[in-house]
């Protein structure tokens, strides 16, 4: 995960005061293009199956994700660390055919297993933001 670090303290640089205007420009909503072009990219490397093509398209990818949880970190939200271990913890929830007893045969049981879990994720989530409204009305 070396590489990793050293990257996202480049994009930090990109960002910082002393680096690139063009980077410290951009918001979410300002990069909404460029990862939706990015994502199109790795989809037609996967198609051509030229692994190098791969390769490059998945950086430009991990760039946009990377740009987005450093202006997330830079407004004391979350960080990439948070980013990773939220995903950490959301595989295994949802993978209890691995990580716990739950046994599934097919592909197909597990992909409902997968949207059941995940439809109970979204409503304690709602939950959690409703409490969090109500606190700070009262």
């Known amino acids: 995960m070396?590489?990793?670090?050293?990257?996202?303290?480049?994009?930090?640089?990109l960002r910082s005061p002393t680096g690139c205007p063009w980077d410290r420009a951009?918001?979410?909503?300002s990069l909404i293009p460029y990862l939706k072009e990015e994502a199109r990219e790795v989809e037609k490397a996967l198609r051509r199956g030229e692994?190098?093509?791969?390769?490059?398209?998945?950086g430009d990818l991990l760039l946009q994700i990377l740009l987005h949880a450093q202006i997330e970190d830079e407004q004391g939200r979350f960080d990439l660390e948070?980013?990773?271990?939220s995903q950490y913890?959301?595989?295994?929830?949802?993978?209890?055919?691995?990580?716990?007893?739950t046994k599934f045969k097919t592909p197909k049981e597990v992909l409902r297993n997968w949207d059941r879990?995940?439809?109970?994720?979204r409503g304690r989530r709602a939950a959690d933001v409703r409490r969090r409204l109500a606190r700070r009305r009262a």
Do not use: N, T, Y
């Open 2 to 13: 070396k590489e990793m670090a050293r990257l996202a303290r480049l994009v930090a640089k």
């Open 26 to 29: 951009q918001d979410h909503v």
């Open 51 to 58: 692994w190098h093509d791969i390769e490059d398209e998945l």
């Open 82 to 85: 948070d980013v990773a271990r």
């Open 89 to 101: 913890l959301k595989l295994r929830r949802r993978h209890p055919h691995v990580f716990g007893g």
């Open 117 to 121: 879990i995940k439809s109970v994720e």
